[in-house]
Antibody, heavy 125, light 107 residues
Framework: EVQLVESGGGLVQPGGSLRLSCAASGLIFGTYWMSWVRQAPGRGLEWVAN????????YYVDSVKGRFTISRDNVKNSLHLQMNSLRAEDTAVYYCARADYYANSGNFYYHLDVWGKGTTVTVSS | DIQMTQSPSSLSASVGDRVTITCRASHSIGSYLNWYQQKPGKAPKLLIY???SLQSGVPSRFSGSGSGTDFTLTISSLQPEDSATYYCQQSYSILWTFGQGTKVEIK
């Protein structure tokens, strides 16, 4: 069974840092793009970041660029999100998700097919 | 960035009703459109990918259609367990975006 388990959430003061981790099992981790998605309390889903299989490409939502860094360890089957200069608006449940694709006529249709249960980050003084 | 706009924001329907949720993209995204279902306190679940492909294990009452800028998620016969919030998401751009969500309630 494919499983993603997030950890590292908690309470942090504004301006502080936190490192989230996601442990993957039941899949060949190094063959998938991986993503972080967050959800602020009572709000919708927001895509945060993507990382390519070998870590050579990384993409971020504008609101976290320069503050968050996505990384991965394909030997330890783990995904990470280093969050610096945290703000109150970063308060959310953070989900780790696998990005699989459907190939058709040379096009690759990516989608998030496996999700962790999430870890909660609260930024407050 | 590509903006995704869902309508309605919420709806209430009876068991057995046909329910339609619309998602509109600010730019043409071909068929790079996915639909997710989320129940309170739970992680999202993939329902539809590539606009119209049903994810394995998802009931056949769920279907997706559309291309370009206008997309639809249809529940052919609403069931009590379909009470949830539904999100569309585009993967056309390297910067992905979700719609704001549509909350479906059972009357």
């Amino acid at each position: 069974e494919v499983q993603l388990v997030e950890s590292g959430g908690g309470l942090v003061q504004p301006g502080g840092s936190l490192r989230l981790s996601c442990a993957a099992s039941g899949l060949i981790f190094g063959t998938y793009w991986m993503s972080w998605v967050r959800q602020a309390p009572g709000r919708g889903l927001e895509w945060v970041a993507n990382i390519k299989q070998d870590g050579s490409e990384k993409y971020y939502v504008d609101s976290v660029k320069g503050r968050f860094t996505i990384s991965r360890d394909n030997v330890k089957n783990s995904l990470h999100l280093q969050m610096n200069s945290l703000r109150a608006e970063d308060t959310a449940v953070y989900y780790c998700a696998r990005a699989d694709y459907y190939a058709n006529s040379g096009n690759f249709y990516y989608h998030l097919d496996v999700w962790g249960k999430g870890t909660t980050v609260t930024v407050s003084s | 960035d590509i903006q995704m706009t869902q309508s309605p924001s919420s709806l209430s329907a009876s068991v057995g009703d046909r329910v339609t949720i619309t998602c509109r993209a600010s730019h043409s995204i071909g068929s790079y459109l996915n639909w997710y279902q989320q129940k309170p306190g739970k992680a999202p679940k993939l329902l539809i990918y590539a606009a119209s492909s049903l994810q394995s294990g998802v009931p056949s009452r769920f279907s997706g259609s559309g291309s370009g800028t206008d997309f639809t998620l249809t529940i052919s016969s609403l069931q009590p367990e379909d009470s949830a919030t539904y999100y569309c998401q585009q993967s056309y751009s390297i910067l992905w975006t979700f719609g704001q969500g549509t909350k479906v309630e059972i009357k």
